[in-house]
């Protein structure tokens, strides 16, 4: 069995931001047309030799585990959890993931090294890559960044004419609605309008795309070079403005997905994104629901 990517049906190779995760697995019926559209540009064929993670996925009943020692609880708001079993981790976390809808069953578990980069997922069958992969997948990519590579945005990203800009913006802050208004533009590449992952390699900070959007639909792999940094908010006209350090700091810090529950990791996502300020240009944006922001930002270029 293959899928429309050209994947065999027991096996897929999937890279974000150069992070490269092999994902193979038994029993599994659910490689299927629209599971696999959002990921499509962030497959790729063959076999890694030197992937940066190794996961295998068990798709039947899931494992009985009881927590042994609570790292981070996340279930009141995000529905999972992250501990060690008693028992049957073997030292390795775990990651429980909860049913959105009450009571809220148990339904994927896994089972992970301490660096994150091998372990065992178990899911209950007829699941798509979709929601095998969020939230797991993000915060597995929060936890491989925190490593020295970079962090996860809540953001939209866009590459203009080979250069990337990094829109930063709480929810209904206008992240979707500027994205819609850059798509008829020509040289522009919508690399996502929610999940944005800024990395730091020979001196440049570059941005990357997720296959995990927001209220739009577009998303890419591609990476290109970060040159500018803006803090989204509606406005009566389209405008730049100034605002000291410690607030754009504040602002930022909001919308980074930090990994809370390890303190090596959190102060490295800190400190990364306090560089990222100090080095870009960085200002807010207040902007008018109309085609003419389009040319006003070109125009700071």
């Known amino acids: 069995m293959t899928t429309s990517a050209g994947q065999t049906a027991d096996r897929l190779q999937v890279t974000i931001a150069g992070i490269k995760i092999n994902l193979t697995w038994e029993g599994a019926r659910w490689l299927k047309e629209p599971s696999l559209k959002l990921y499509e540009g962030f497959l790729s064929t063959g076999h890694h030799t ?3 993670v190794r996961l295998h996925l ?27 079993a008693n028992g049957r981790s073997d030292g390795r976390y775990v990651f429980e993931f909860l049913n ?5 069953p148990s339904v994927q578990l896994a089972f992970l090294t301490p660096d994150f980069r091998s372990g065992e997922i178990y899911r209950r069958p007829d699941e798509s890559l979709l929601r095998l992969m969020r939230p797991f ?3 597995l ?17 866009v590459c203009d004419r080979a250069e990337g800009w990094l829109f930063v913006g709480r929810s209904g802050a206008g992240k979707s609605t500027l994205a819609n208004l850059y798509k008829p533009h020509q040289g ?14 020979g001196g440049q900070f570059w941005i990357s795309g997720t296959p995990w959007p927001g209220e739009g639909t577009s998303v890419s792999a591609a990476t290109v070079p970060l040159r ?26 909001q919308q980074l997905f930090l990994p809370f529950w390890n303190g090596e990791a959190l102060a490295f996502a800190l400190g990364f994104g306090e560089e990222l300020l100090r080095t870009l240009p960085t200002s807010r944006l207040a902007f008018v629901n109309n085609p003419t922001v389009i040319d006003f930002l070109r125009g700071q270029g």
């Open 50 to 52: 030197d992937p940066d």
């Open 58 to 84: 068990h798709c039947g009943p899931l494992p009985d585990v009881e927590p042994e020692a609570m790292i981070f609880d996340a279930v009141a708001n995000n529905l999972w959890r992250l501990f060690l």
């Open 100 to 104: 959105t809808m009450a009571p809220h």
């Open 137 to 139: 997948g993000e915060l």
């Open 141 to 157: 990519l929060v936890n491989l960044l925190a490593q020295g590579r970079g962090v996860l945005v809540h953001g939209l990203g």
């Open 188 to 201: 522009v590449t919508i690399l996502g309008d929610e999940r944005l992952v800024v990395t730091k390699d």
């Open 228 to 253: 500018r940094i803006f803090f989204l908010e509606h406005g009566k006209t389209n405008a730049l403005i100034s605002d000291t350090p410690v607030n754009l700091c504040g602002l930022f810090l």
